[in-house]
């Protein structure tokens, strides 16, 4: 019997081993926080884990690569869902939820969406930079390519709030629900917005589109409206309570917004290595 032979004889005697069960998830990783409706995505929220990569593809950092265990609050009035020692990267309080639905004793915040959610998360003892804005500001600047102004005169887009959709019966509308990269087309094609989504609005801002804020429903109280409006220095926020009004009023005034500290203050250390540092 030739060398080969006796080893082939060897492997077919020997006792088969049960294979070694699949992990779904076999290493520690920093969780990216966003909330999601009972069906289907709404497009601000998921704009947490579009701005979260192309901020790691930056550094070369993958998004769901091995790191300490941690998970981060970016986009969205989601601080009612974070627990002690998360982090908080511009997120927002939501002005429905009471001071007694936020379980968390602390948190590290590097950035929060405006200085309202500031004076909150300082009221209960945590320390707040004054760095704010809503990351999703940062869109133009992390798809360059992908997403550009392309305004088509005239033409108006109207963006409800993901509890508004019903209520309106338009051919100018823009879903929330849509997928995120179409909502943005949506309204980089527009001169102007009116929106009851704070993120209908932070998009048009973002791209320099004037935008007015319609008040449709009472669903959504004025708290992440205004946090969001004095966190990029807008002198003034006003509702109206239908289209037409709020196309008569034209648009808020426009936001003074430097970027660099909200840049600059991404948690990159959360995918360092413990004791890296």
Known sequence: MTMFGRIREKLHRAPL???RPVLEESYPHVEIFFWKPAQGLNF???LASAVTQRMLAAREILFDEPAPKARLFTIGSVLHFAATGDTVWGSGRNGKISSEQHPFADLDVRAVRGP???KFLMDRGISVPSVFGDPALLIPRLFPQRFKRRTQPG????VPNLHDRDLLDRD???DPMWNWGRVIDAICECEFIVSSSLHGLIIADAFGI???HVRLSETEPDFKYIDYCEGVGRSTFRSATSVEEALDAGPLSPPNFDAAPLLESFPYDLWEPKGAR
């Open 155 to 158: 033409k108006i887009g109207v």
């Open 210 to 212: 004037p935008c007015s």
């Open 44 to 46: 601000g929220d998921y």
């Open 172 to 174: 100018d509308v823009i």
């Open 17 to 19: 081993r049960a294979r």
């Open 116 to 118: 309202l959610t500031q």
